[in-house]
């Protein structure tokens, strides 16, 4: 095999002509041009889907009564944003404040549910209870037992349930006072009377509202409180 010489090699011309300023500042425009459509194919299918999500919570709000904070929150109709943009960046933004507002109904939604079905159930146990059957009421504090490790808790529920055969704590004596079971259980002995008036005084203003959440959500505040 003849050897090549290295050096004639590569001195010989390209065969590949060089780009002019001009070709080069065409690539340029063309790689910004691709770039940017880009960009608008990822902006239009994220604006797809914010629309999507934007009616699906609208329609669970107002199925959940949120009526209105519907009519206060559309001041402009998207279809009459053309700017693409800002009609994105107003898109995300409104939906982004009914997800925040999602989130305290549901909230609120789930703490209802759970009174609901803890005050049926206290109601069925009592009614038993007047009938001469406890089953249900045995059940309950069994299950509260197994459940409830806090004493101030066990007590709560001891009282409510008109003073059940329930410990203040997990594998206490039924005769064990509320002082004594905090100590064995390592929890700091409250004041219950200031805790009862601190509860009392505070009780309207533990209602959530999307100022809460948010400042910019204080004009909602009026619509959710009267829903």
């Known amino acids: ?89 107003v898109l995300k933004a409104r939906v982004e404040r009914l997800e925040a507002l999602w989130s305290i109904n549901k909230r609120r939604r789930e703490t209802r549910g759970k009174i609901i079905i803890g005050g049926a159930l206290l109601a069925e146990a009592g009614d038993a209870h007047f009938a001469g059957d406890d089953e249900l009421l045995a059940r309950l504090v069994d299950i509260l037992d197994r459940r409830v490790e806090r004493v101030r808790d066990r007590l709560t529920v001891r009282e409510l349930l008109g003073n059940v055969p329930l410990a203040l704590r997990p594998g206490g004596d039924l005769d064990e006072d509320a002082e004594s079971a905090l100590q064995a259980a390592g929890e700091p002995l409250p004041d219950f009377d200031v805790l009862a008036e601190t509860a009392l005084a505070q009780e309207d203003a533990d209602a959530l509202v999307p100022s809460e959440l948010d400042p910019d959500y204080a004009d909602l505040d009026h619509a959710w409180r009267a829903a």
Request: charge should be positive; aromatic fraction near 4%; hydrophobic fraction near 30%.
């Open 1 to 89: 095999m003849a050897k090549v010489d290295k050096r004639r090699r590569n001195a010989r011309p390209s065969k590949y002509k060089p780009r002019s300023p001009a070709q080069l500042a065409r690539k340029r425009e063309l790689w910004a041009a691709r770039s940017n459509d880009r960009g608008r194919a990822k902006r239009i299918d994220e604006e797809a889907s914010l629309t999507e999500r934007l009616a699906e919570l609208e329609t669970a709000l107002r199925e959940a009564g949120q009526d209105g904070i519907h009519k206060q929150r559309h001041v402009t109709p998207l279809e009459d944003i053309e700017d693409d943009a800002k009609r994105f960046h």
